[in-house]
Structure formats: structure tokens, C-alpha cells
């Protein structure tokens, strides 16, 4: 199975009378992300599930990540992509993904959530976090159809992406 991961975009400082979970993208970051957009199509060749957090600015991600990737409506929002959420839950959510047979699942969330997912994946260890740029998105295939050990492909900031195309 592909599994990737993408870290949301540029979004709003946090501020007073703004919750953390209501920080929207910036103009700027939606424009970094569709930059990037070009290459993602040319890397993700058909995203089978995309699951993101329940945060606006990881939703709005996705948005931006479908239009450009042309994924289809197997859209989730899944609290265990939550920046405070435990671990396990994300990793569960992905061994259910494999053991179904989905093709490919890409995860949009945050760090240090997303860095510590892609340490579990890589090294079975659970205190390596490899962290992710906002906006960066990495590719990884299983080696099998019952273990979530996998490979790294590819690791494309934005800015590199943007330069791709």
C-alpha cells in the first residue's frame, strides 16, 4: 500500500478569540500548496482514501490536495489525525486500511503528530520523529500486505514541488 503524508499549509497565527481548531490557510499558503499541486499529480498517480484532521486548516488542505491530484470522494475527517491524538489511533486507522486492501491513503495533519507517524512507519519505533514542513508531502509503500514497515520514496517540500513543474 502507498501511504502518504502531507502537512497542511501556511495558515493564520493564532490570536485571541481564535480557537487553534478555526485557523484557516493563508492566501499565501492556499498559493504555496496549489503550486505544489502540478507536481503532487505527477507523484500521486491516484490516491485511493485521503483522511484528514478535523482542523480547518488540514481540511482546507485536502481540498487543495484533491483539486490538484484529482482524488476521489473518499474524503474522511478522522480526530486521530488530531495534533493531542494519540498515536495508536492513527496507526490503527492505517492497519485497518491495509488489512481492507485499499491501494493507497494519504493523511493530511499536523506536527509533531505527522513527524512521529512517519518515525513508527520507517523505524517501528515510536519515540523518532522525522518532523514535515508545512505543505511537505512524503510517500511511502509497504513492503507487504499485512505490515505496516515501509520505504521511503519521496519527501517533496513545497518549494521543491513548485520548482518541478
Known amino acids: 500500500m502507498w501511504i ?7 495558515a493564520e497565527d493564532l490570536r485571541a478569540g481564535l ?3 478555526d485557523r ?16 503532487w499529480r505527477q507523484v500521486v498517480p491516484s490516491p485511493g482514501v485521503v483522511v484528514t484532521s478535523p482542523l480547518l486548516r488540514a481540511r482546507q488542505t485536502a481540498e487543495v490536495y484533491v483539486e490538484a491530484t484529482g482524488a476521489p470522494a473518499d474524503r474522511r475527517v478522522d480526530a486521530c489525525l488530531s495534533p493531542v491524538a494519540p498515536l495508536r489511533g492513527a ?3 492505517l492497519e485497518r486500511q491495509l488489512l481492507g486492501g485499499t491501494d493507497s491513503v494519504t493523511l493530511i495533519g499536523h506536527e509533531p503528530h ?11 519505533q515510536e519515540r523518532l520523529s522525522i518532523p514535515l514542513k508545512k505543505g511537505m ?8 500486505s499485512t505490515s ?18
Not at 137 to 144: D, E, F, M, P
Open 137 to 144: 508531502l512524503v510517500g511511502l509503500r509497504t513492503s507487504g
Open 91 to 93: 496507526v490503527s486507522m
Open 4 to 10: 502518504y503524508l502531507l502537512r497542511h499549509g501556511v
Open 114 to 124: 505527522l513527524g512521529c507517524l512517519l518515525g513508527v512507519l520507517l523505524t517501528g
Open 24 to 39: 484557516a490557510l493563508t492566501e499565501e499558503g492556499r498559493k504555496k500548496l496549489r503550486a505544489a499541486g502540478a507536481a
Open 19 to 21: 480557537d487553534d481548531e
Open 148 to 165: 505496516l514497515v515501509a520505504s521511503l520514496r519521496f519527501c517533496l517540500s513545497q518549494k521543491a514541488a513548485a520548482a518541478i513543474t
